[in-house]
């Protein structure tokens, strides 16, 4: 009988004890690995531990056990979750905005000047049941998100002579887009909460693999050929995108 065969299940995730603290990780198995690793998710901002094969589930306990300290320092740097809540601040086109509920029940969700206290601050205004207002924002944002990439596209499409076929917005955690070899995109409906420069290159990214299906010399010329921004939207995808992920 394989050694596979008679190990007990992994369990998703492992505890680990610093200060008094108790931190969880998330525990992963990948047939490749040739040693146990710790890194950070850069999608989800969690500590994942990755074991080999053949690697018992309490030697990657002790493990982490060692590196208890470290993984402690990790977690003090993930952005606290902000839910889509009446009260909470979200960015819409990298500008702050304060979720603002109505006492109407319309189910209408707009953006307004500020109300109340902080009466400059922009509010997203939402009319629905206290229950109801997490669904409304998301669909409201990726209404939103829908509108300005498709707007970017039709930017793009006479400056690239192709259009894609299918525009779909997704919830990726390991790509902002992507590109189908049938001329597909698809992309983050989170990029409505980025300043409006990435969205404009990440769109610019996706249409030029249209004409270049790949990452060589020309691609990247013809990415700065269409879109200034390249540089500094990366640096800022770099600096900020996993915090992206923090709302919801």
Not at 34 to 57: D, F, H, K, M, N
Not at 169 to 185: F, V
């Amino acid at each position: 009988m394989s050694f596979a065969l008679l190990r007990r299940p992994d369990p998703d995730h492992l505890e680990v004890q610093h200060e008094g603290a108790s931190l969880q990780i998330a525990l992963r198995r990948r047939p490749t690995a040739r040693r146990i690793t710790l890194r950070v998710s850069a999608a989800t901002g969690e500590v994942v531990i990755t074991l080999p094969s053949r690697t018992a589930v309490n030697t990657a306990q002790r493990f982490a056990a060692s590196h208890a300290g470290w993984i402690a320092a990790r977690f003090a740097r993930v952005p606290e979750r902000i839910l889509f809540a009446p009260d909470a601040i979200l960015p819409l086109r990298g500008a702050p905005h304060r979720v603002h509920l109505r006492d109407t029940r319309s189910g209408a969700v707009r953006v307004e000047a500020g109300v109340g206290e902080g009466q400059g601050e922009p509010v997203i205004s939402v009319s629905c049941e206290t229950a109801h207002v997490p669904r409304r924002i998301r669909d409201y944002l990726t209404r939103e998100a829908r509108r300005d990439l498709a707007e970017a596209v039709e930017r793009y499409v006479p400056l690239l002579g192709q259009r894609p076929l299918r525009i779909t917005l997704r919830d990726t955690r390991s790509r902002w887009g992507s590109c189908t070899a049938r001329g597909e995109l698809n992309f983050s409906w989170r990029l409505i909460l980025a300043p409006p420069m990435v969205l404009d290159y990440l769109v610019a990214h996706e249409m030029a693999h249209l004409r270049e299906m790949n990452h060589s010399a020309r691609y990247w010329a013809l990415l700065h050929g269409l879109c200034p921004n390249v540089d500094a939207a990366e640096a800022w995808l770099k600096r900020n995108g996993t915090s992206l992920h923090r709302y919801g």
